[in-house]
C-alpha cells in the first residue's frame, strides 16, 4: 500500500487537492484517506446507537446502510490505522496533516523545515507521476489479499510469514534465485515482500501456482534456498 502524505497548514487547499487527487487513485486502485482533525476534536452525532455504542466502551461500533458503513474506533494510532486499511486490501492511502511524521510528503502551502519533501504545490499529474517515490507499507493481510488478486480463480495460494533479519536488498536477491530455483515448474509466480514492527522483521513469500501440488513443490525449493545463507551475507 502506496502512503501519500499531504502536509500544509490551514486554509492553504490540502482538501480540495485530496479531492481532485482520490478519484485519478481509483482508478489505479482502492484508495483510502485519513485526516489529522487535530485539537478541534470530532463530535458524534448525538442520539445516534452507533454513538451509544461507543459511549459505552465498545472498541468499536459500526453502522450499516444501503449506500455506506460508518465506523467509530477508539484507536487514534496514525500507523495502526494504516495498517487496518493496508489490511482492507487499500493500495493508495491518503494522509491528510500529520506534518511531524516523517512519511516522504507532498506539500501544499508553506511549511518551513518540512522535511523529507517530494513534491511543492504540485498538480495531481505531478504526483501520478511520482507514485513510485512514496513509501510502501505492507502487512501479513493485505500482502495476502495481493497475492489473491493477482491469482486466476481455481489456482492455488499459499503464503509463509518468517522472521528474519536478512536486510532489504538481500530479499530482493533472494527472490531473483528463487524464481530461478522454481524456473522449470510452469506457471508459477513468486513475490517477496517484509514488513517490519518494532525490534523485528518478517519476511512474507506468496506463491501462486497450477495446483496445490505444485504450490508445494515451490515453497519447498524456496525453504531450501532460504536455510543456505546467501553470497556476501553475513548474519
Not at 15 to 22: A, C, Q, S
Not at 28 to 52: A, C, M, N, Q, Y
Not at 114 to 128: D, F, Q, W
Request: proline share 6%.
Amino acid at each position: 500500500m502506496k502512503v501519500i502524505h499531504i502536509a500544509g497548514f490551514s486554509n492553504t487547499g490540502k482538501t480540495t487537492f485530496i479531492r481532485e487527487l482520490v478519484p485519478e487513485l481509483e482508478k489505479r486502485g482502492l484508495t483510502g484517506v485519513v485526516k489529522h482533525i487535530g485539537h478541534h476534536g470530532h463530535s458524534l452525532p448525538e442520539g445516534k446507537d452507533t454513538t451509544f455504542f461507543h459511549e459505552a466502551g465498545a472498541a468499536a461500533s459500526a453502522g450499516i446502510d444501503a449506500q455506506k458503513s460508518v465506523l467509530i474506533l477508539k484507536e487514534t494510532d496514525l500507523e495502526r490505522i494504516l495498517e487496518l486499511l493496508c489490511d482492507a486490501g487499500v493500495q493508495y492511502a491518503v494522509v491528510e496533516g500529520f506534518k511531524e511524521k516523517p512519511y516522504p510528503k507532498v506539500v501544499i502551502g508553506d511549511v518551513p523545515g518540512a522535511t523529507h519533501v517530494i513534491l511543492t504545490n504540485p498538480s495531481v499529474e505531478e504526483v501520478l507521476s511520482h507514485l513510485g517515490e512514496f513509501p510502501d507499507m505492507v502487512t501479513r493481510e493485505g500482502f495476502f489479499r495481493e497475492i489473491e488478486a493477482g491469482c486466476d480463480p481455481g489456482r492455488a495460494i499459499q503464503v509463509s510469514a518468517i522472521p528474519t533479519t536478512i536486510p532489504g536488498d538481500q530479499i530482493t536477491r533472494l527472490e531473483r534465485e528463487s524464481g530461478t530455483l522454481v524456473r522449470d515448474l510452469h506457471e508459477v509466480s513468486i513475490r517477496f515482500a517484509s514488513t517490519t514492527t518494532p525490534g523485528a522483521r518478517t519476511l512474507l513469500v506468496g506463491i501462486c501456482a497450477p495446483d496445490a501440488r505444485t504450490a508445494i513443490e515451490a515453497a519447498t525449493r524456496i525453504n531450501s534456498l532460504m536455510l543456505s545463507p546467501l553470497p556476501g551475507y553475513k548474519e
